[in-house]
């Protein structure tokens, strides 16, 4: 296998776009890619992408794409793991480069989620979960999480205040995000007014419906050389499964997939958590991002409240966790995400983060999920 | 809008609870499966779910989807049944302030919902206080 | 002798009383009260119709059955609120129970007496030795109009009842129906709301057809009202059954235990069936008990039932009537109500 590394990124500002279209906003991004890498040839394109179909209508979607890019003939494939997507689309475009099969892939992650209404958007979202045996009763992405938070706390006493203070540090992150659709910052107790979403989550505790792209470049780490560009690598890729439905996990408070994925990326890279210098991570709820540090051994199960009180994961904190802003404060057009996590670790490991730069950054850890942790595809990237 | 095929195919396991049990490791498999995930055996026996258990987790869906918006607010649960089989569904005739983590309930009949004024009516179960 | 093997029965948790309904309509309370003897109704949840009903009666009908559900070989449901105009509420019913495929299906329409039609038809298939057991479901999730006087009364409610030869809890000893065409109230197809003929509803229509039926039954038993420990009519409202009782000459102790609509309010097909239900559930072998049923349009089944001893080992295997109209009861206020019973006019 080669080494891969990634030499462009591109990304526009994340939001409700009324006036672009879905193409719009992949071409934008892709062609920001494309410059920043100073290459205008491709072998292949890999597109990460939810559900454009219930979405705006539109399959056959990574064909659709390059021809809007100018890129027929090249090979483009769409590859689909609900909210991890992007996460899949990079783990694609990276064995593709890994195995020799192509030298320059352009990966990007799309999603167009304001063409439909709040409650079709919410039936879009739900098609993550078990569409007969849990979507058929009328749960929604924010109950499955709200009933894992439930048993969460039940089980190791987190707190509302603990999921509060997710939001807070990654709206102070995000409010440094010049690309983040919301770049404001909230209180504790602004997350505690605000509307319910699904008992015991709040809307300041869910992820926003967001428009937006992101798009990397890949190629093999030599050639990356030869072009005189940081080069920064892919140097562990992880991706597992685990039950689609929440109710046949072995513990409902626990995700498996991000462990296993996690523990297979970092043996990759020969790397420990403890060596990894920043994290972007699916923080779709607040409560995920709690679930999430103790899956990938930031700290220990049941822990993961207590690390955000204790600020364990804030900006400044041994393990910085969603500098971006994450999910909350950056947006989740779902298929993008896992692309975008991507962009912020690179522009973190060249030293290009301006206001929320972590100093000397050298390696980075992305954790993108699907559904209620069916799906996780975790990378590790480093500067030289 | 689906053709009645995909919600008529459950019928066997929303009306009457019918699930299958792995004849290697003892698996419940609710709905019924062609491989069991816990030995990758593929016998089966057949057998029904216990219709009493205790709530393990809950929640209040308030922001819903099609085609429930009709519905919200209503309780959602997982429940670990007599048998150990988990299972998801609403939770209904209960105050939301009476939801409780170990709260006893039991599987009733109950329509889950209609596809508009001409469309097909969806029945299934829905968990009620014991 | 055939008769009735199991029963069952199933009310809604809400209720709402008829003073809420009465405030909104600027009516006199207490005067409807007294008037209608109505304290209160049933309000069906709006997961609930009369096939979810039917489903949780019969069940109930089948733990005191103790059969196999495959062994039922008629299944009829007897409703004016069926769910849908074209498709059986019968089919759901029968696949919920484990009857289906060897199994005849009918759905039932006549106002409120379409219940005692299907009790009437598995009871006749039953002796004729068609099917070994046949199903009988009454139940109703009944609208009335805003406003109207029937809006106090129409409430929802299912009861269910199994029969057969052997096992029996109660013997069938004698039918009989008294049929006449008399619209007193109706409802036309694609009409919301039924109307009716005001005061044409009482002595032309319920007490003409529960008369005739009581005397007519009674006549071919060569019965009169003291040889029966219990009653039931049909209770559109809680004067029309004791005046029906009163004029026949049966007591207020007779006709009590199945006395139901203060506190249910008129659960049309399931009415007398759910009188019936109460009364079975206290009991005791060798009682004999009168069911006189009424459906505008018009008519009235009579029944007499003979209790046997297998009554004392069945009555608990499920739950008794008294206990779902008097526990865990949720009131609920009239918007609560409009909003349940679909009567508020949403967009598009």
């Given at each position: 296998m080669r080494d891969v590394a990634v030499i462009g990124i591109g990304m526009t500002k994340w939001g409700e776009l009324w006036k672009k279209s879905l193409r719009t906003i992949f071409v934008e991004s892709a062609l920001l890619a494309l410059d920043d890498a100073g290459v205008d040839h491709i072998d292949s394109m890999v597109v990460g992408c939810m559900s454009s179909g219930l979405f705006v209508g539109q399959e056959h979607l990574a064909s659709l794409l390059s021809d809007y890019l100018g890129k027929n003939p090249v090979p483009a494939a769409r590859v689909e793991s609900a909210c991890?997507?992007?996460?899949?689309?990079?783990?694609?475009?990276?064995?593709?480069?890994?195995?020799?099969?192509?030298?320059?892939?352009?990966?990007?992650?799309?999603?167009?989620?304001?063409?439909?209404?709040?409650?079709?958007?919410?039936?879009?979202?739900?098609?993550?979960?078990?569409?007969?045996?849990?979507?058929?009763?009328?749960?929604?992405?924010?109950?499955?999480?709200?009933?894992?938070?439930?048993?969460?706390?039940?089980?190791?006493?987190?707190?509302?205040?603990?999921?509060?203070?997710?939001?807070?540090?990654?709206?102070?992150?995000?409010?440094?995000?010049?690309?983040?659709?919301?770049?404001?910052?909230?209180?504790?107790?602004?997350?505690?007014?605000?509307?319910?979403?699904?008992?015991?989550?709040?809307?300041?505790?869910?992820?926003?419906?967001?428009?937006?792209?992101?798009?990397?470049?890949?190629?093999?780490?030599?050639?990356?050389?030869?072009?005189?560009?940081?080069?920064?690598?892919?140097?562990?890729?992880?991706?597992?499964?685990?039950?689609?439905?929440?109710?046949?996990?072995?513990?409902?408070?626990?995700?498996?997939?991000?462990?296993?994925?996690?523990?297979?990326?970092?043996?990759?890279?020969?790397r420990k958590i403890g060596d990894i210098d920043l994290f972007e991570v699916h923080d779709c709820f607040t409560i995920a991002e709690i679930m999430i540090t103790e899956a990938l051994g930031i700290v220990e199960k049941g822990r993961g409240g207590k690390a955000v009180e204790e600020g364990l994961t804030s900006l400044k904190g041994k393990f910085p966790v969603n500098p971006s802003g994450g999910l909350k404060a950056k947006g989740h057009p779902v298929g993008a995400t896992g692309v975008a996590q991507a962009v912020e670790v690179v522009k973190q490991l060249r030293g290009e983060a301006a206001e929320r730069q972590i100093k000397g950054a050298k390696r980075g850890l992305t954790q993108n999920m699907g559904g209620t942790g069916g799906s996780s595809v975790v990378h590790v990237l480093e500067a030289e | 809008m689906p053709n009645p095929a995909k919600a008529w195919r459950e019928y066997p396991q929303r009306y009457r609870f019918e699930a299958e049990k792995c004849t290697k490791c003892g698996y419940v498999a609710f709905p019924p499966r062609l491989v069991c995930p816990q030995c990758g055996n593929r016998k089966f026996t057949k057998t029904k779910l216990a219709e009493t258990g205790k709530l393990l987790t809950f929640t209040i869906i308030r922001v819903p989807p099609k085609p429930f918006e009709d519905q919200a607010p209503y309780a959602v649960g997982i429940a670990e049944l007599a048998d150990g089989v988990k299972l998801t569904a609403q939770v209904v005739d209960c105050d939301f302030a009476g939801l409780k983590v170990g709260m006893p309930v039991r599987l009733e009949f109950r329509k889950l919902y209609e596809e508009g004024e001409a469309g097909v009516i969806y029945y299934g179960y829905k968990f009620v206080p014991e | 002798m055939a008769g009735i093997v199991g029963y069952g029965a199933y009310i809604p948790r809400n209720r709402i009383k008829v003073e809420e309904i009465a405030k909104v309509w600027g009516a006199d309370a207490p005067s409807y009260k007294k008037g209608l003897m109505l304290e209160e109704k049933s309000v069906p949840s709006p997961d609930q119709d009369t096939i979810t009903m039917s489903v949780e009666a019969s069940k109930n009908a089948l733990r005191r059955a103790g059969i196999d559900p495959r062994e039922i070989g008629a299944v009829y449901v007897g409703s004016e609120s069926h769910p849908y105009a074209v498709k059986p509420s019968g089919t759901v019913l029968a696949?919920?129970?484990?009857?289906?495929?060897?199994?005849?299906?009918?759905?039932?329409?006549?106002?409120?007496?379409?219940?005692?039609?299907?009790?009437?038809?598995?009871?006749?298939?039953?002796?004729?030795?068609?099917?070994?057991?046949?199903?009988?479901?009454?139940?109703?999730?009944?609208?009335?109009?805003?406003?109207?006087?029937?809006?106090?009364?129409?409430?929802?409610?299912?009861?269910?009842?199994?029969?057969?030869?052997?096992?029996?809890?109660?013997?069938?000893?004698?039918?009989?129906?008294?049929?006449?065409?008399?619209?007193?109230?109706?409802?036309?197809?694609?009409?919301?709301?039924?109307?009716?003929?005001?005061?044409?509803?009482?002595?032309?229509?319920?007490?003409?057809?529960?008369?005739?039926?009581?005397?007519?039954?009674?006549?071919?038993?060569?019965?009169?009202?003291?040889?029966?420990?219990?009653?039931?009519?049909?209770?559109?409202n809680g004067k029309f059954p004791l005046r029906a009782g009163e004029i026949l000459g049966f007591s207020r102790k007779q006709i009590d235990p199945g006395w139901l609509v203060p506190k249910l309010g008129n659960t049309y097909s399931g009415s007398?069936?759910?009188?019936?239900?109460?009364?079975?559930?206290?009991?005791?072998?060798?009682?004999?008990?009168?069911?006189?049923?009424?459906?505008?349009?018009?008519?009235?089944?009579?029944?007499?039932?003979?209790?046997?001893?297998?009554?004392?080992?069945?009555?608990?295997?499920?739950?008794?009537?008294?206990?779902?109209?008097?526990?865990?009861?949720?009131?609920?206020?009239?918007?609560?109500?409009?909003?349940?019973?679909?009567?508020?006019?949403?967009?598009?």
């Open positions: 991890s997507s992007g996460g899949l689309a990079l783990r694609q475009g990276f064995i593709e480069v890994a195995s020799g099969m192509s030298d320059i892939v352009l990966v990007g992650g799309v999603e167009k989620m304001t063409d439909v209404t709040g409650c079709e958007a919410t039936f879009a979202l739900g098609t993550a979960a078990d569409q007969e045996y849990e979507g058929f009763h009328g749960l929604t992405f924010p109950g499955l999480y709200a009933m894992m938070a439930v048993a969460h706390m039940h089980k190791y006493g987190t707190t509302r205040e603990q999921m509060a203070l997710v939001a807070v540090k990654n709206h102070d992150n995000g409010s440094k995000n010049p690309l983040a659709q919301y770049p404001f910052k909230v209180t504790v107790d602004g997350v505690l007014q605000s509307v319910l979403v699904a008992d015991p989550l709040r809307i300041l505790d869910c992820s926003p419906i967001t428009d937006g792209a992101a798009a990397v470049i890949l190629c093999p780490a030599d050639r990356a050389k030869k072009m005189k560009k940081p080069v920064i690598r892919i140097t562990g890729s992880g991706q597992a499964t685990d039950t689609i439905a929440l109710s046949s996990r072995k513990e409902m408070t626990w995700i498996e997939s991000t462990h296993l994925a996690g523990q297979k990326a970092l043996s990759m890279a020969g | - | 696949e919920a129970l484990n009857a289906t495929p060897e199994v005849h299906t009918a759905d039932l329409e006549f106002a409120c007496k379409a219940g005692t039609e299907g009790m009437f038809i598995a009871l006749s298939l039953v002796q004729a030795a068609a099917v070994k057991y046949g199903l009988a479901v009454g139940a109703d999730t009944s609208q009335g109009a805003p406003g109207d006087a029937l809006e106090y009364s129409t409430a929802a409610g299912a009861a269910a009842f199994i029969f057969g030869k052997d096992k029996l809890v109660a013997e069938t000893l004698h039918t009989y129906s008294y049929t006449t065409d008399t619209p007193d109230f109706w409802r036309r197809e694609y009409q919301y709301y039924p109307q009716h003929g005001g005061r044409f509803t009482g002595d032309p229509a319920y007490f003409s057809h529960i008369l005739g039926a009581a005397r007519g039954i009674m006549a071919k038993a060569g019965m009169k009202p003291a040889d029966f420990q219990y009653v039931i009519f049909h209770q559109p007398s069936p759910l009188g019936l239900t109460a009364t079975l559930d206290i009991s005791k072998p060798e009682d004999m008990i009168l069911l006189v049923s009424y459906g505008s349009g018009a008519g009235s089944d009579g029944f007499i039932f003979r209790v046997t001893e297998r009554i004392d080992e069945v009555r608990n295997l499920a739950p008794r009537t008294r206990d779902m109209l008097d526990r865990n009861k949720n009131y609920i206020d009239y918007g609560m109500y409009a909003k349940y019973r679909r009567k508020i006019r949403k967009a598009e």
